[in-house]
């Protein structure tokens, strides 16, 4: 079985400092991991992907993630937030033989101070 | 390219009724999945179809149940609606129901904007 813990419901930043939204994951198989990003009203949007190539993956809009196999954790970092990036933030994993069955973390509220 | 469409975008129906969703995916892509998600939750996966076959299956109750069609567009059932059911219905749709190995470059998911779906 697999799940993701997010961390924190929500993490408040000024805009130009960075962001840390942190989760950690449980699973049976080599994971893969997602973080995904939803704005009001809007879908899903894929942020970046860890397959089992480079354990620092970057992603688009600036953000990155590191995959750390012995602490279990795939923290999603960004050196300085915009307030476009405001936010809520779904950190995913899933078994590396069906990325289809993804199960989602609670999910972070960011918000962004100006 | 169009992305994963779905409809209706939102829909009010009573306690006691049924709803029928519905997706389209990306051309090309063979696969698509269904998500729950409630308020201030994060998507519950539901239902998994690949070339028209059921391929995965989340804890949900047999009230709820999906299809494939030959042009790859699917459709979610939901019966005896409950308060509880209202949420927005994410579809989404891939290549392939499975990753693509060690590559790196995975099966990339895209996901629809939902239908909100709330029961009164």
């Known amino acids: 079985a697999q799940s993701v813990t997010q961390l924190d419901s929500h993490v408040s930043v000024s805009e130009g400092t960075p962001v840390l939204l942190r989760c950690n994951y449980s699973?049976?198989?080599?994971?893969?991991l997602f973080w995904y990003v939803q704005h009001p009203n809007k879908g899903l949007q894929l942020l970046l992907k860890?397959?089992?190539?480079?354990?620092l993956v970057k992603g688009i809009n600036g953000f990155e993630a590191e995959f750390k196999k012995s602490e279990t954790s795939f923290h999603l970092t960004k050196p300085s937030a915009h307030m476009s990036d405001a936010a809520e933030y779904f950190c995913?994993?899933?078994?590396?033989?069906?990325?289809?069955?993804?199960?989602f973390g609670a999910g972070t509220r960011l918000t962004v101070k100006p | 390219d169009a992305g994963v469409t779905q409809s209706p975008t939102h829909l009010i129906k009573t306690r006691g009724q049924q709803v029928t969703l519905r997706c389209s995916p990306i051309?090309?892509?063979?696969?698509v999945s269904w998500y729950q998600q409630v308020l201030g939750q994060g998507p519950q996966f539901i239902f998994q179809?690949?070339?028209?076959?059921?391929?995965g299956r989340g804890n949900f109750p047999d009230r709820f149940s999906a299809r494939q069609f030959p042009n790859y567009s699917s459709e979610l059932n939901v019966n005896a609606l409950l308060l509880g059911d209202s949420a927005l219905y994410l579809c989404?749709?891939?290549?392939?129901?499975?990753?693509?190995?060690?590559?790196?470059?995975?099966?990339?998911?895209?996901f629809g904007e939902g239908s909100w779906l709330t029961v009164v």
């Open positions: 995913v994993v899933t078994p590396r033989s069906n990325n289809n069955d993804m199960r």
């Open positions: 699973s049976s198989y080599s994971p893969s």
């Open positions: 179809y690949y070339e028209k076959e059921e391929r």
């Open positions: 860890y397959t089992s190539a480079a354990t």
């Open positions: 051309s090309g892509h063979k696969s």
């Open positions: 989404a749709s891939s290549l392939s129901d499975r990753d693509r190995g060690l590559s790196g470059s995975g099966n990339t998911i895209y």
